[in-house]
Structure formats: structure tokens, C-alpha cells
């Protein structure tokens, strides 16, 4: 079933309940570390996750194999996107607080703008300008 105009108190209490899951994850990960290194952490979280969700998948018969021209793909952007990501920012979080933590990651595309102006001679237009602007807002 498609959410609708009339449905906006579900579109607004599924928007604030995964805020809410997600602001949460920061520092159950933090006191995650106390346990076991930020790596492991890492390993950890990323296995039982994808292993949950194959799970969950296959349950509901949404599971899908990827074609063999997808795996680079697949794996270059799990990698790089999932896995060191995750990674730094659970080491990250070994020396930072969880609220400063969220913060420098999710303001990171704001400040690419900057670095590559400045660094790279990356040339703004109005398209790269509003973008920021939104991502700002």
C-alpha cells in the first residue's frame, strides 16, 4: 500500500520513529566499543546485519541474485561505502562523543563543496550551488 497525502500522521510517525532509531544507533555503538575493538565492532555489525536482512529477504521472497556484471559494482560499493565507512566511523567514535561523531559525518558532502573549489579547481555552477545550499538547509 502507497503512502498518501491523507496518511501524513503515519508518514510523520514512521519519519520521526526511524530519526528517533537511527539518533539512538550512536551511542549503543560508543558503549559497543567497550566491548570489543572498533574493527571487530565493525565486522560484527556489518555481518549480522547483511545476514539479517538475506534473512528477512528471502522470507518475504524478495531475495534476488545479482547478475555476475553487477558484483564489482556491488562489492567496490560495499566496500568502499559500507565497509570503510562504517569502519572509520566506529574508530572515529573510539575518540570522538557520539552527537559530535553524527555530526561530522553527516555534514561531510557540505564541506567536499570547499575542498574540491579550493583544492581541485572544481568549477561551481548554479546546480552544485543550490545543491549545497539544500544540503545546508
Given at each position: 500500500m502507497r503512502l498518501s497525502f491523507s496518511q501524513n500522521g503515519l508518514t510523520y510517525f514512521i519519519f520521526a520513529l526511524v530519526t528517533?532509531?537511527?539518533?539512538?544507533?550512536?551511542?549503543?555503538?560508543?558503549?559497543?566499543?567497550?566491548y570489543m575493538p572498533a574493527i571487530?565492532?565493525?565486522?560484527?555489525?556489518?555481518?549480522?546485519?547483511?545476514?539479517i536482512l538475506f534473512i528477512f529477504l528471502a522470507f518475504i521472497g524478495q531475495l534476488k541474485w545479482p547478475q555476475k556484471r553487477d558484483l564489482p559494482?556491488?562489492?567496490?560499493?560495499?566496500?568502499?561505502?559500507?565497509?570503510?565507512?562504517?569502519?572509520f566511523v566506529t574508530i572515529g567514535l573510539e575518540y570522538v562523543d557520539p552527537g559530535r561523531s553524527?555530526?561530522?559525518v553527516y555534514t561531510t558532502p557540505m564541506w567536499?563543496?570547499?575542498?574540491?573549489?579550493?583544492?581541485?579547481?572544481?568549477?561551481?555552477?548554479?546546480?552544485?550551488?543550490?545543491?549545497?545550499?539544500?544540503?545546508?538547509?
Open positions: 528517533l532509531i537511527w539518533s539512538v544507533g550512536w551511542p549503543i555503538n560508543k558503549m559497543g566499543l567497550e571487530w565492532f565493525s565486522v560484527h555489525r556489518i555481518f549480522w546485519g547483511g545476514l559494482l556491488i562489492f567496490s560499493v560495499g566496500l568502499l561505502q559500507m565497509g570503510l565507512f562504517i569502519t553524527a555530526i561530522l567536499t563543496v570547499p575542498i574540491a573549489v579550493l583544492f581541485f579547481n572544481e568549477k561551481l555552477n548554479w546546480q552544485k550551488i543550490l545543491a549545497l545550499v539544500l544540503g545546508i538547509i
